[in-house]
């Protein structure tokens, strides 16, 4: 009792820790919060995985197709029916859920909506698939995990572009790429010997959403009257609308006919924005679901680092001008690789870069360009760099069907050969 009252009862103490001390106690307990934290969050991962390990120890399909967000469709939906045509089956799992709003799906494509996010992968880590292809990178690396029961995976780009430009490791963990061009598959052969890591089955394949958008702009109508300017820049930090505000928008408006499309991650991102290019006198703002309109009615597109500006030029054969901002390749494959973009120096004939600084020049730089434009120019570049334009959903069902038969026959990718 005497023990207790001690302890109830203590006077104050006047007591002195010093600040290494200090410092040292609280690194202690932050470390010990911060085991905890990922402790249980691990466990938590876990309970996931080991739910959906035991929930669908019997599921399984040969060939899956994993979309996880709905803008990727266009580049599975040509693969699909050519695989239907061929009479292959296929489980099309995608993390979102597909209504009548969506291109029906041929008859011997089977539909299964999964969870997104962290659910999503977790029953993608534990399906059992001879093949499964994917547009997600980073296999191995983050959350999207090797399944022990998938035999070979394989991604497809979804767009014309170069290694450099994407997060490290982004395909190292794939079995098969199928490669848009000769510059990607160029710098995975060179990661492979700077990582000295094992070479990969790269196949050239082409961009399979181009199939389709291209039947579309040849259906669509000739040009005629003014010219039109589509503006279509990116979001955030190296959007033209955010280094330069709408200012510039009037200015082209006084020469041209203009049509404006903010990108859509604008209106969740940057909304103030977002309402601002909205409210825009004078101009068309285009905010479809997809491009198609707006490309197929404009002479020529100003853009910043935007993918758009690819499909713009290879497909419509017009021309571009480009705000040239610097894109910093620090934690991208790019720093590995070093050098220039060879996409931007072999492109620049008529995806024309512009220094930030002649932004109030700009449309004396679209007037120069228009002039100049060759279409002969921009079909040469293009055979070089893009594989198999206009037929790479057949193509790319041609080689995939031709992994899975290697697979399902149990040889290895190097004792049989898949035809690029």
Same mark, same amino acid.
């Given at each position: 009792?005497? &023990?207790?009252?001690?302890?109830?009862?203590?006077?104050?103490?006047?007591?002195? /820790?010093?600040?290494?001390?200090?410092?040292?106690?609280?690194?202690?307990?932050?470390?010990?919060?911060?085991?905890?934290?990922?402790?249980?969050?691990?466990?938590?991962?876990?309970?996931?995985?080991?739910?959906?390990?035991?929930?669908?120890?019997?599921?399984?399909?040969? /060939? &899956?197709?994993?979309?996880?967000?709905?803008?990727?469709?266009?580049?599975?939906?040509?693969?699909?029916?050519?695989?239907?045509?061929?009479?292959?089956?296929?489980?099309?799992?995608?993390?979102?859920?597909?209504?009548?709003?969506?291109?029906?799906?041929?008859?011997?494509?089977?539909?299964?909506?999964?969870?997104?996010?962290?659910?999503?992968?977790?029953?993608?880590?534990?399906? !059992?698939?001879?093949?499964?292809?994917? #547009?997600?990178?980073?296999?191995?690396?983050?959350?999207?995990?090797?399944?022990?029961?998938?035999?070979?995976?394989?991604?497809?780009?979804?767009?014309?572009?170069?290694?450099?430009?994407?997060?490290?490791?982004?395909?190292?963990?794939?079995?098969?790429?199928?490669?848009?061009? @000769?510059?990607?598959?160029?710098?995975?052969?060179?990661?492979?010997?700077?990582?000295?890591?094992?070479?990969?089955?790269?196949? =050239?394949?082409?961009?399979?959403?181009?199939?389709?958008?291209?039947?579309?702009?040849?259906?669509?109508?000739?040009?005629?009257? =003014?010219?039109?300017?589509?503006?279509?820049?990116?979001?955030?930090?190296?959007?033209?609308? !955010?280094?330069?505000?709408?200012?510039?928008?009037?200015?082209?408006?006084?020469?041209?006919?203009?049509?404006?499309?903010?990108? @859509?991650?604008?209106?969740?991102?940057?909304?103030?924005?977002?309402? !601002?290019?909205?409210?825009?006198?004078?101009?068309?703002?285009?905010?479809?679901?997809?491009?198609?309109?707006?490309?197929?009615?404009?002479?020529?597109?100003?853009?910043? /680092?935007?993918?758009?500006?690819?499909?713009?030029?290879?497909?419509?054969?017009?021309?571009?001008?480009?705000?040239?901002?610097?894109?910093?390749?620090?934690?991208?494959?790019?720093?590995?690789?070093?050098?220039?973009?060879?996409?931007?120096?072999?492109?620049?004939?008529?995806?024309?870069?512009?220094?930030? #600084?002649?932004?109030?020049?700009?449309?004396?730089?679209?007037?120069?360009?228009?002039?100049?434009?060759?279409?002969?120019?921009? =079909?040469?570049?293009?055979?070089?760099?893009?594989?198999?334009?206009?037929?790479?959903?057949?193509?790319?069902?041609?080689?995939?069907?031709?992994?899975? &038969?290697?697979?399902?026959?149990?040889?290895?990718?190097? #004792?049989?050969?898949?035809? &690029?």
């Amino acid at each position: 009792m005497a &023990a207790v009252a001690l302890v109830l009862y203590s006077s104050p103490a006047a007591a002195y /820790i010093d600040p290494g001390t200090g410092s040292a106690l609280f690194y202690v307990v932050t470390g010990l919060v911060v085991s905890v934290y990922f402790a249980v969050r691990g466990i938590y991962y876990r309970a996931i995985d080991w739910f959906f390990r035991v929930r669908h120890r019997d599921q399984r399909c040969e /060939i &899956a197709i994993h979309c996880e967000d709905p803008r990727y469709e266009i580049t599975f939906i040509p693969i699909v029916h050519a695989l239907d045509a061929q009479g292959i089956e296929v489980t099309f799992f995608t993390m979102y859920p597909r209504d009548n709003s969506f291109e029906t799906l041929p008859n011997r494509t089977v539909h299964r909506a999964i969870p997104e996010g962290m659910m999503g992968y977790a029953y993608l880590n534990n399906i !059992e698939a001879t093949l499964l292809v994917t #547009t997600t990178p980073q296999l191995d690396v983050m959350t999207f995990r090797r399944s022990r029961r998938v035999r070979h995976y394989a991604i497809v780009q979804h767009a014309l572009g170069e290694s450099r430009f994407v997060r490290p490791y982004a395909y190292d963990h794939f079995d098969s790429v199928l490669c848009c061009g @000769p510059i990607v598959k160029a710098n995975i052969r060179r990661i492979e010997s700077i990582r000295q890591a094992r070479p990969k089955n790269l196949l =050239e394949t082409g961009i399979p959403h181009y199939d389709e958008m291209t039947k579309a702009a040849r259906q669509a109508p000739p040009l005629e009257g =003014e010219p039109v300017v589509l503006i279509a820049p990116s979001w955030g930090p190296l959007s033209m609308f !955010e280094a330069f505000g709408t200012g510039f928008v009037k200015t082209i408006a006084g020469r041209f006919r203009v049509i404006v499309r903010p990108h @859509p991650q604008m209106r969740v991102s940057q909304p103030e924005l977002y309402s !601002e290019i909205l409210g825009l006198e004078g101009v068309e703002v285009s905010t479809d679901r997809t491009p198609v309109s707006a490309l197929s009615r404009a002479h020529i597109l100003l853009s910043d /680092i935007s993918g758009i500006a690819h499909e713009f030029a290879f497909i419509y054969e017009r021309p571009v001008v480009v705000i040239d901002r610097q894109m910093k390749t620090g934690g991208l494959e790019g720093e590995l690789l070093g050098g220039d973009s060879e996409l931007k120096q072999l492109c620049r004939d008529f995806i024309v870069p512009v220094q930030p #600084t002649e932004i109030d020049h700009i449309t004396d730089h679209l007037e120069k360009v228009l002039r100049s434009h060759s279409v002969e120019t921009l =079909e040469k570049v293009r055979s070089q760099l893009v594989y198999n334009f206009g037929q790479a959903g057949d193509v790319a069902a041609r080689q995939l069907a031709e992994l899975y &038969a290697v697979e399902k026959t149990g040889a290895s990718i190097g #004792t049989r050969e898949v035809h &690029a």
